[in-house]
């Protein structure tokens, strides 16, 4: 079945540093992907999302590239913030079946001063 | 309402009784999702609603979950007899009939504590 597999965590990183999460799937068909950000003590907020191969998903300075080739939907930022410091999660969803949508496991992220 | 709306936002209840969690989605949104996030864990789906119907409830983990939506909106979970490893936290979301990459919302969580 679905699946979305996700870099374990946590990952902790200096302001300024570069931010890599790995997001990987399994999927039939072309799903859409998503990244959506968990900030402490408050639900879940989509971050970005691509529907199709090659689409680059961004926001708040984060990107994160559909790449059907090898299956994987990395998240990046060039220069984290200590306001970054949360908890991530990649997932894909069909959007011509509207079933549910498979979540990784989620990594959290702390950005130190 | 403006977004996903999800009650009570914190329970506290002893072991054996019964809880139930309330999911208003938003306005106009068909699909609803019910997830739960145990601490330190990732998000399992528990069941799906297209409407008033429930076409996938293979997450529910036992006999003593179950959910309903009526009119199309608002949707109850309720756990029976709970015991102490149901305390988590409790998530609902909302999406839309529509092609465009499917989005969905989600609501702040209820977060059941059983002792």
């Known amino acids: 079945g679905d699946s979305v597999t996700q870099m374990e965590g946590p990952v902790t990183l200096s302001e300024e540093a570069f931010l890599t999460i790995n997001c990987t799937y399994t999927a039939t068909g072309y799903p859409s992907l998503f990244w959506y950000v968990q900030y402490p003590g408050e639900g879940l907020q989509l971050l970005l999302k691509?529907?199709?191969?090659?689409d680059k998903g961004s926001n708040k300075g984060f990107e994160a590239t559909y790449r059907k080739e090898t299956t994987s939907f990395h998240l990046e930022k060039g220069s984290v913030q200590v306001s970054d410091s949360a908890v991530y999660f990649c997932a894909l969803k069909h959007a011509s079946d509207n079933n549910d949508m498979r979540f990784g496991a989620g990594t959290r992220l702390t950005v130190k001063p | 309402g403006a977004g996903v709306s999800q009650s009570p936002s914190n329970k506290v209840t002893e072991k054996g009784k019964d809880v139930e969690l309330r999911c208003d989605p938003i306005?106009?949104?068909?699909?609803l999702y019910w997830y739960r996030q145990s601490l330190g864990q990732g998000l399992e789906f528990l069941i799906y609603f297209q409407g008033n119907s429930a076409p996938d409830k293979s997450g529910l983990p036992s006999d003593r979950f179950s959910a309903e939506r009526t009119g199309g909106s608002v949707s109850t979970l309720t756990i029976q007899r709970t015991q102490q490893e149901d305390s988590a936290v409790y998530l609902c979301?909302?999406?839309?009939?529509?092609?465009?990459?499917?989005?969905?919302?989600f609501g702040e969580g209820s977060w059941l504590t059983v002792v």
């Open positions: 979301a909302s999406s839309p009939q529509d092609l465009s990459g499917n989005t969905i919302y």
């Open positions: 306005s106009g949104h068909t699909a």
């Open positions: 691509a529907t199709k191969a090659d």
